[in-house]
């Protein structure tokens, strides 16, 4: 199924993409802190893999707030994302999972204010936090120190707080769908490093991402995750090993 809204285009247009799978624990804690925003423009879009629980009837408290919904069988998580990506119209492209959230009200209005200050800049990103279900901080990660060099250590800005223009997806290509955990590891090498994409970094924390998705389920899933970042790195000519790459634990 499928709804649109129309939008006013006297603002920089946001489309911010949630995809799911079964996340009726989470799920409605993720819409909530986009409704809650207070920047307006921005075109929610949710594409739903068939989901057997409950998460459509959440979504469907919102229908009239979200722009597109989508839920159908899909490929797996990088499929619906660039199937989110086909439907954007936005001038800047974001995702969000759904097992995170916008940290505060007034994130997107940040993203913005960035792209608006700094008009070379073809991509932001910021500072995320790891939590508990409590919503317990675990870890922060701070991208300030981060540079395209550090791809090479497995090193990313991270990925929830990435934004950036749309026209860059058509440029560069969308996610890959032949990886499971890292696609945007090396969607992230592809734009920051082969490509040089300009980028600024925001000072704040903009998303807390809940522990237990997955790529922080388990062992299992960091050995899957560092063997795809080997390959994200080899693929696009960044020399890198094994060593390196754990060197960051």
Same mark, same amino acid.
């Given at each position: 199924?499928?709804?649109?809204?129309?939008?006013?285009?006297?603002?920089?247009?946001?489309?911010?993409?949630?995809?799911?799978?079964?996340?009726?624990?989470?799920?409605?804690?993720?819409?909530?802190?986009?409704?809650?925003?207070?920047?307006?423009?921005?075109?929610?879009?949710?594409?739903?893999?068939?989901?057997?629980?409950?998460?459509?009837?959440?979504?469907?408290?919102?229908?009239?707030?979200?722009?597109?919904?989508?839920?159908?069988?899909?490929?797996?998580?990088?499929?619906?994302?660039?199937?989110?990506?086909?439907?954007?119209?936005?001038?800047?492209?974001? @995702?969000?999972?759904?097992?995170?959230?916008?940290? %505060?009200?007034?994130? &997107?209005? +940040?993203?913005?204010? #960035?792209? *608006?200050?700094?008009?070379?800049?073809?991509?932001?990103?910021?500072?995320?936090?790891?939590?508990?279900?409590?919503?317990?901080?675990?870890?922060?990660?701070?991208?300030?120190?981060?540079?395209?060099?550090?791809?090479?250590?497995?090193?990313?800005?991270?990925?929830?707080?990435?934004?950036?223009?749309?026209?860059?997806?058509?440029?560069?290509?969308?996610?890959?769908?032949?990886?499971?955990?890292?696609?945007?590891?090396?969607?992230? @090498?592809?734009?920051?490093?082969?490509?040089?994409? %300009?980028?600024?970094? &925001?000072? +704040?924390?903009?998303? #807390?991402? *809940?522990?237990?998705?997955?790529?922080?389920?388990?062992?299992?899933?960091?050995?899957?995750?560092?063997?795809?970042?080997?390959?994200?790195?080899?693929?696009?000519?960044?020399?890198?090993?094994?060593?390196?790459?754990?060197?960051?634990?």
């Amino acid at each position: 199924m499928a709804n649109a809204t129309c939008l006013n285009t006297d603002k920089m247009k946001i489309s911010l993409i949630t995809v799911c799978y079964n996340a009726e624990m989470t799920m409605e804690k993720t819409i909530l802190s986009v409704l809650n925003q207070d920047y307006k423009n921005v075109e929610y879009i949710i594409v739903d893999g068939l989901s057997n629980d409950a998460t459509m009837d959440i979504v469907g408290k919102y229908i009239d707030k979200i722009a597109i919904t989508i839920s159908e069988k899909d490929s797996g998580m990088y499929d619906a994302i660039n199937k989110g990506i086909s439907f954007a119209t936005g001038d800047v492209v974001g @995702i969000l999972n759904s097992d995170d959230v916008l940290a %505060t009200p007034q994130t &997107i209005s +940040q993203i913005v204010a #960035e792209f *608006r200050g700094n008009r070379s800049a073809q991509a932001v990103f910021g500072d995320i936090s790891f939590v508990k279900k409590n919503g317990t901080c675990l870890r922060y990660y701070s991208a300030k120190k981060w540079r395209p060099s550090s791809l090479a250590w497995g090193f990313m800005p991270p990925h929830p707080t990435f934004y950036c223009k749309r026209e860059l997806f058509a440029d560069y290509g969308n996610y890959r769908t032949d990886f499971e955990i890292a696609a945007d590891f090396e969607l992230l @090498i592809r734009f920051l490093k082969v490509n040089s994409v %300009t980028y600024s970094y &925001i000072p +704040q924390l903009l998303v #807390e991402m *809940r522990m237990g998705g997955k790529s922080t389920k388990n062992f299992t899933s960091t050995l899957i995750i560092n063997r795809e970042i080997k390959r994200a790195c080899d693929i696009n000519g960044v020399h890198t090993n094994y060593i390196k790459i754990y060197l960051k634990y």
